[in-house]
């Protein structure tokens, strides 16, 4: 594995000379374009000719002139080129979009995203950026920008956090890590939202940096992920590698009708991250009809509902509803396991009430709710600063 120096790439580039492209700068490709926001990376080794990509579970074995998976890490030269220096998409999120439901709730978070992934799910909601020279129809913008922009961005915006996500932010870690390090030095806590398609490589890399990693869990059917392109036993030990590396984990799964959301399957699933920790919150989101897969229905607040009664009947602790504000009662709160009283109320994106100690505790009987909390959530927004708990696009 290569070492990266502190925050490398190119200088900071003047507001006329960033571009944002449709699909590529003009007279190139969107391949070449990215192709010129590149650094030498550090997941990688030199093997029989060929470099061995650390960055994910594919572990590709790519040759000159070829890439990855992926497709964005390529071997020119006989080294790794890696994603640097621009973003697809920059925002400031509400940090229960993540969702993080115990992390600093109430809070923004800079969330920054580049093109790629090493999947290619038929119902993904962010396949414009991630199916980037993949899909001839993703086709998204990309801004130049250095760390030291995007966090100075993050901070005019409030954000308490900072996350890569919006892509496969694993193919892109090099990146990733280069604006962690100046949001750890602007005093941002880090995390990481990803498919879990990970290496031992790319996690111990990323540790130092990072405090959350939320993964998705697709379902708990190895032939149906395949289908996804990844596999399933690869994710579920991402699981157990985050939560060893005393990260704190959160776990998402989309319900999709009649792909992941049988009885026996949902309990399956729950099961294997009560086998992990009990304390590992779990979500399970609404599907709509996107990118390919548009047959299935959306999933109703009964479904969601069914599911997280599966997931507390099989002994998980913190089990959410999501993306369904309003419509599934007491799942999107936060309660005590122990008296069961509600610690954290919430609507969608906003916290309506906070009721943890300063330590983190129950104030009822003191039970300690696994998580990283501030001494208070910040206040939910009424009125007309309602939009401050909705996604806003920053200014870079």
């Excluded at 959410?320 to 309003?326: E, R, T």
Aim: glycine share 8%; hydrophobic share 40%.
């Amino acid at each position: 594995m290569r070492t990266l120096p502190s925050n490398p790439g190119p200088a900071a580039p003047s507001a006329a000379a960033r571009t944002a492209t449709g699909s590529a700068a003009a007279g190139s490709t969107l391949a070449e374009a990215l192709d010129r926001h590149t650094v030498v990376g550090t997941l990688w080794r030199a093997e029989n000719g060929r470099v061995r990509c650390l960055a994910c579970g594919h572990r590709c074995l790519i040759a000159e002139g070829r890439r990855g998976i992926c497709k964005v890490r390529f071997n020119r030269g006989g080294q790794l080129h890696v994603p640097f220096g621009y973003v697809a998409g920059a925002q400031c999120d509400p940090v229960e979009k993540k969702p993080f439901y115990h992390v600093y709730p109430g809070s923004n978070a800079l969330t920054f995203g580049m093109l790629g992934c090493d999947f290619h799910c038929s119902y993904c909601q962010n396949w414009v950026t991630s199916q980037a020279l993949r899909d001839p129809a993703s086709r998204a913008p990309i801004e130049e920008v250095t760390p030291a922009q995007l966090v100075a961005a993050g901070r005019r915006a409030n954000a308490r956090l900072a996350v890569s996500s919006y892509n496969e932010p694993l193919i892109t870690a090099e990146w990733a890590v280069a604006v962690f390090q100046e949001a750890r030095a602007a005093g941002m806590a880090c995390a990481f939202v990803s498919n879990g398609n990970a290496t031992p490589e790319a996690l111990d890399f990323l540790q130092p940096w990072i405090v959350a990693y939320k993964i998705d869990l697709k379902g708990f059917n190895a032939q149906r992920y395949r289908t996804l392109g990844g596999t399933l036993d690869h994710v579920l030990e991402s699981i157990r590698m985050v939560h060893a590396r005393g990260l704190w984990l959160e776990v998402v799964t989309l319900l999709v009708p009649g792909f992941n959301d049988s009885e026996a399957e949902l309990r399956d699933l729950a099961r294997f991250l009560a086998s992990v920790s009990r304390d590992i919150p779990w979500h399970v989101t609404a599907f709509h009809p996107d990118y390919k897969l548009t047959g299935p229905p959306p999933t109703t607040a009964a479904q969601l509902i069914r599911a997280a009664e599966i997931g507390a009947a099989e002994g998980l602790r913190f089990v959410y509803a999501g993306n369904a504000p309003g419509r599934v009662g007491h799942w999107e709160d936060t309660r005590c396991p122990r008296c069961h009283e509600t610690l954290i109320s919430r609507h969608g994106f906003c916290v309506r009430a906070y009721g943890l100690s300063a330590d983190g505790k129950c104030p009822k009987c003191g039970t300690a709710i696994p998580g990283l909390w501030a001494a208070e959530a910040a206040p939910a927004p009424a009125g007309l600063d309602s939009f401050n708990r909705f996604p806003r696009r920053i200014r870079l």
